[in-house]
């Protein structure tokens, strides 16, 4: 049947063949072509399962004996009860970040754009990004039916993302990650995300100036000025914005720091939000933003 002489003839009876039983309105005919269909689907979903298997052993092997990312800043205590990994977007904000940090306890993982919304791709898909791979790899739990939360190589992983409408879309795709491929990381309390100030507000003549981190804060500072030439406002909107020591200083420093803990207190209501707000379905992203839409009263874009 290998014999292109052959295979075209065998490839013309067969065809001829199913055109006239799918064509054909007689009830065992039709029964006939459903089976077949049934058999054919059947068989492809069976290779296509087999494949995106056989592909995600291959990267969750290449995770587990991989080594760490390159733009990794590793910290040196090997006591991973007390280390911290901090996720930054961009280079130019991972630079200011791996000067700021405590080299001891902390460390620094820059990523380059956006992360894949895992949310829309199948897990091999998903396995194949580069930067998941890095993220994977640089906490050290692996992922799906290999994860385990004790090879973890950091117990608190920061977010620490702009204060913007890109800043708030990363932060939302690496929430999304942890809750599908890691979400015994939430459970334990691993998962946090920075706070990062918004504004610094400065009297004039002043060299430093306080930080503001809501805009009900600074309006309640802005009435404690008569004049309001007296002051000056800067608005932060990028982490590369500030220097090593304003970053630490207020979002990296332990003492000083705020640092939001993410929690799931229902989990079939994230769930449910996690597959509306991130899936494939529009209509239901639509209707939450219509629904919601009255209740914006700034919007960054």
Same mark, same amino acid.
């Given at each position: 049947?290998?014999?292109?002489?052959?295979?075209?003839?065998?490839?013309?009876?067969?065809?001829?063949?199913?055109?006239?039983?799918?064509?054909?309105?007689?009830?065992?005919?039709?029964?006939?072509?459903?089976?077949?269909?049934?058999?054919?689907?059947?068989?492809?979903?069976?290779?296509?399962?087999?494949?995106?298997?056989?592909?995600?052993?291959?990267?969750?092997?290449?995770?587990?004996?991989?080594?760490?990312?390159?733009?990794?800043?590793?910290?040196?205590?090997?006591?991973?009860?007390?280390?911290?990994?901090?996720?930054?977007?961009?280079?130019?904000?991972?630079?200011?970040?791996?000067?700021?940090?405590?080299?001891?306890?902390?460390?620094?993982?820059?990523?380059?754009?956006?992360?894949?919304?895992?949310?829309?791709?199948?897990?091999?898909?998903?396995?194949?990004?580069?930067?998941?791979?890095?993220?994977?790899?640089?906490?050290?739990?692996?992922?799906?039916?290999?994860?385990?939360?004790? *090879?973890? /190589?950091?117990?608190?992983? #920061?977010?620490?993302? !702009? =204060?913007?409408?890109?800043?708030?879309?990363?932060?939302? %795709?690496?929430?999304?990650?942890?809750?599908?491929?890691?979400?015994?990381?939430?459970?334990?309390?691993?998962?946090?995300?920075?706070?990062?100030?918004?504004?610094?507000?400065?009297?004039?003549?002043?060299?430093?100036?306080?930080?503001?981190?809501?805009?009900?804060?600074?309006?309640?500072?802005?009435?404690?000025?008569?004049?309001?030439?007296?002051?000056?406002?800067?608005?932060?909107?990028?982490?590369?914005?500030?220097?090593?020591?304003?970053?630490?200083?207020?979002?990296?420093?332990? *003492?000083? /720091?705020?640092?939001?803990? #993410?929690?799931?207190? !229902? =989990?079939?209501?994230?769930?449910?939000?996690?597959?509306? %707000?991130?899936?494939?379905?529009?209509?239901?992203?639509?209707?939450?933003?219509?629904?919601?839409?009255?209740?914006?009263?700034?919007?960054?874009?």
């Amino acid at each position: 049947l290998g014999t292109p002489q052959i295979r075209t003839v065998v490839n013309r009876v067969v065809s001829d063949w199913l055109k006239a039983k799918f064509a054909s309105s007689k009830r065992d005919d039709k029964q006939q072509t459903s089976l077949l269909m049934e058999k054919v689907v059947g068989e492809m979903k069976a290779r296509v399962s087999a494949r995106i298997h056989k592909e995600i052993s291959r990267k969750k092997n290449a995770l587990e004996t991989s080594s760490l990312p390159a733009k990794l800043a590793d910290c040196r205590l090997e006591d991973v009860e007390e280390t911290e990994l901090f996720i930054v977007e961009g280079d130019s904000a991972g630079g200011s970040a791996k000067m700021a940090r405590d080299r001891s306890i902390q460390a620094v993982l820059p990523l380059r754009g956006k992360i894949l919304n895992v949310e829309r791709v199948q897990a091999h898909r998903a396995l194949s990004s580069d930067t998941i791979t890095s993220l994977i790899t640089a906490i050290g739990t692996g992922v799906g039916d290999e994860f385990n939360i004790e *090879k973890a /190589r950091y117990h608190k992983i #920061v977010i620490m993302t !702009d =204060a913007d409408v890109d800043g708030s879309h990363i932060r939302i %795709l690496l929430l999304t990650f942890f809750y599908r491929y890691m979400k015994p990381m939430i459970d334990a309390g691993y998962i946090y995300v920075a706070q990062p100030p918004l504004y610094q507000i400065k009297p004039k003549g002043k060299k430093n100036g306080k930080y503001i981190y809501t805009d009900e804060e600074l309006a309640l500072e802005t009435k404690k000025f008569e004049d309001n030439t007296k002051f000056t406002i800067q608005r932060y909107k990028g982490l590369g914005e500030m220097d090593p020591e304003q970053l630490w200083a207020t979002t990296m420093e332990p *003492k000083n /720091r705020i640092l939001l803990k #993410v929690t799931i207190d !229902d =989990a079939l209501a994230a769930d449910r939000a996690v597959s509306d %707000l991130m899936g494939n379905q529009v209509e239901k992203r639509k209707d939450f933003i219509q629904t919601h839409a009255k209740d914006v009263r700034f919007l960054d874009i």
